[in-house]
């Protein structure tokens, strides 16, 4: 199969843009993006990400990340990369992050040859910012200790994608070329590359079929924070709300359970139990982290800029007439409508500080989105994101979202190094991608399993207010959690 580009086209194209992808789009309509996951990364580097629009619509978009061009990663202020052929420059993580995504260009998609729609991802880096990296935007004085070792950020650099495109029925692979001192040698390397990869689509996958899952079991747990600590938490937390320090604030719970050490396993299970708009799986030798959330973090799409955010939730009703009644209930709410109001303003606040003067609007107010067992309270917020910002500009000024902090932010994020006994760690970090075209996507990193040995760990919080009830905060922990272990229970069944 011929590749999209002839060499001379490269070589041509490889004088112009330091990364030039070269692709070949083929037949989906006998894959999935899991048996294309398992076909193509296996156990090695690499990443799947997937949508359910809705609660109820797969997206049009599924990608498949295998052999990543190289991976950075950060601990304890230090940047490393698994190539030591990549100048790693001088800065905290953020400030490295920003560089390497500002260093790499590549042709628009049109120059690329390849006749078909393009996808909103096809080069850039996927990964994600701990919670922690907040420490390299404000300066909060009390971190607390890192009990597991996990790097404060990991982004692979995309080599090999594929753009599962369910819309076509087609399958683009693509090789991102980093151009190096022979584009000759490097394009002949990324035909091989395409070919072994077309190769491997034909082998069947060794995953195995399994039966319809039951999610009625919960692994045994441990947790960093008992239950009469966490009401403690909480009535201190009210306390400082009436003294006027905070407005609300989001501690936490994180929950470990043994793993068998099956990441796929555990995120098919996940898809099923919660599908999201944001599914996301991305696979390393350093940790690895399954998700399903249902949070924008920051979007930036040919210069737009959005958040969404999400407070207020009920349960799915059993019938129609059950979900409007809840509906009307939780739209009607007058602490649910406050909080959430809240999070507009900081999420506007937050935009202002990246967009054009006037630009900010609120697309979308307090409309309820459905999901698999819960509804959501979601508004909408865009701005156009003034010239010369660029993507972790915008990270910088959202994060980390007002959803899992609080408000006001910073003396929030002080109150959660005191409640808090070990660091957060990805939860309520960002995961995403950030491509060379200057396009991002990136959710919060809530309903994730956090893998690493024979340990996975799951994290959730509550939003408290001024009338927030003690033991229905700490139910909530544990309600919000709840998916994603029996995830991992349920994973069992599907081990490769």
Not at 3 to 11: E, G, I, Q, W, Y
Not at 75 to 90: A, F, H, K, L, Q
Not at 387 to 399: N, P
Request: net charge negative; proline share 6%; charged share 25%.
């Amino acid at each position: 199969m011929e590749p999209s580009l002839t060499l001379d086209r490269f070589c041509d194209l490889a004088t112009r843009f330091a990364v030039v992808p070269l692709a070949v789009a083929v037949l989906g309509d006998i894959h999935t993006p899991v048996s294309v996951f398992d076909q193509l990364v296996g156990t090695d580097e690499g990443f799947l990400l997937e949508s359910v629009e809705g609660g109820e619509r797969w997206g049009r978009w599924s990608f498949i990340g295998w052999d990543p061009a190289f991976t950075v990663s950060a601990r304890n202020g230090i940047t490393t990369c698994s190539d030591p052929g990549v100048d790693i420059p001088e800065g905290d993580p953020l400030e490295v992050l920003e560089s390497l995504i500002g260093r790499y260009t590549v042709p628009p998609w049109d120059e690329i040859g390849v006749h078909v729609p393009r996808p909103p991802l096809h080069s850039g880096a996927v990964g994600y910012l701990s919670y922690d990296t907040v420490r390299y935007i404000e300066t909060l004085p009390n971190r607390p200790p890192d009990d597991r070792g996990l790097p404060e950020m990991l982004w692979q650099f995309v080599g090999g994608l594929a753009a599962f495109d369910r819309l076509t029925n087609s399958i683009t692979l693509i090789r991102n070329v980093f151009v190096g001192d022979d584009p000759e040698a490097d394009y002949l390397e990324a035909v091989r590359h395409l070919d072994v990869a077309i190769e491997r689509l034909t082998v069947s996958p060794s995953i195995a079929v399994g039966s319809v899952l039951e999610f009625d079991e919960l692994p045994e747990t441990t947790q960093t924070i008992e239950r009469d600590v966490f009401m403690a938490v909480v009535d201190r937390a009210i306390t400082e709300i009436r003294d006027g320090e905070v407005f609300q604030v989001v501690p936490s719970i994180r929950f470990a359970a043994e793993f068998n050490g099956d990441t796929l396993a555990v995120y098919r299970a996940l898809r099923i139990v919660n599908p999201s708009p944001y599914m996301f799986l991305l696979q390393s030798g350093e940790v690895s982290i399954a998700g399903s959330s249902p949070e924008l973090m920051s979007r930036v799409r040919d210069g737009v800029v959005y958040s969404r955010p999400i407070a207020g939730t009920r349960p799915r009703g059993a019938t129609d007439e059950e979900d409007r009644s809840l509906e009307a209930e939780l739209l009607a709410d007058p602490k649910e409508r406050a909080e959430h109001v809240m999070l507009i303003d900081l999420a506007r606040n937050d935009l202002g500080k990246v967009s054009t003067f006037g630009s900010v609007v609120v697309d979308d107010l307090m409309v309820i989105e459905r999901y698999s067992h819960v509804m959501h309270i979601v508004s909408g917020v865009s701005g156009e994101l003034v010239d010369g910002i660029g993507l972790v500009d915008v990270l910088r000024a959202t994060f980390p979202h007002g959803t899992v902090s609080g408000a006001p932010k910073v003396r929030a994020m002080e109150l959660i190094d005191e409640f808090e006994p070990v660091a957060r760690g990805p939860y309520a970090g960002a995961v995403g991608y950030l491509d060379f075209s200057g396009n991002m996507d990136t959710a919060i990193a809530l309903r994730t399993c956090v893998m690493k040995g024979s340990t996975a760990w799951v994290q959730a919080g509550a939003g408290i207010v001024v009338d927030s009830d003690a033991a229905r905060e700490y139910d909530e922990c544990v309600n919000k959690a709840r998916a994603v272990l029996a995830a991992i229970a349920a994973s069992r069944e599907l081990e490769r």
